[in-house]
């Protein structure tokens, strides 16, 4: 597995509108087994993408419509989000 787990920073007053917009269930990008949100308070927005391998990560953070996406949520953040991409390993009791 691979994927990302990412801190945004969000305008104040915006933090719903962005979790609207990353819940959209209209697109489930191929090779993505699982995404979470942790709300942290204030206007802060943790959360994590796994996808099964690098290869469906990066296809999808290079395609058009990850692009798309990606530039309503910025345009609801106070800064460019942090990004911490890598190969993800499971606890042996998640497997």
Known sequence: MFGS????????????????VMMD??????????AYLY???????WGV?????EASYRKNA???EQDKE????RALLAAD???HDG???AWPGNR
């Open 25 to 34: 269930e209209s697109r489930t990008p191929a090779g993505m087994k699982a």
């Open 5 to 20: 787990v990412f801190r945004m920073r969000v305008q104040a007053g915006k933090k719903d509108e962005l979790v609207r």
């Open 49 to 53: 993408a796994v996808f099964d391998d």
């Open 70 to 73: 990606y530039q309503q949520m």
């Open 87 to 89: 190969a993800i390993s």
């Open 62 to 64: 290079s395609s058009p």
């Open 81 to 83: 989000p942090e990004w």
């Open 39 to 45: 709300d942290t308070g204030g206007d802060e927005v």
